[in-house]
């Protein structure tokens, strides 16, 4: 099983909600895996996006 197939949500288009929660929580500081959970997306997904985007997004573990 890879990444992405954990998450029903693979490859779906990014809703304007999710992308202004992926904004707030990025501002707030929060870390890639912590957004990830709150959006049920992957890590990796978020990290495109985020990418996309011009985001910093802090990879704590």
Same mark, same amino acid.
């Given at each position: 099983?890879?990444? +992405?197939?954990?998450?029903?949500?693979?490859?779906?288009?990014? =809703?304007?909600? @999710?992308?202004?929660?992926?904004? $707030?929580?990025?501002?707030? +500081?929060?870390?890639?895996?912590?957004?990830?959970?709150?959006l =049920?997306?992957? @890590?990796?997904s978020?990290?495109? $996006?985020?990418?996309?985007? +011009?985001?910093?997004?802090?990879?704590?573990?």
């Amino acid at each position: 099983m890879t990444m +992405g197939e954990r998450f029903e949500r693979h490859r779906q288009p990014w =809703t304007s909600d @999710e992308i202004q929660k992926l904004h $707030r929580l990025a501002a707030k +500081g929060m870390s890639l895996k912590a957004i990830a959970k709150a959006l =049920t997306r992957s @890590e990796e997904s978020v990290q495109t $996006r985020a990418k996309q985007d +011009g985001l910093k997004v802090s990879k704590l573990r």
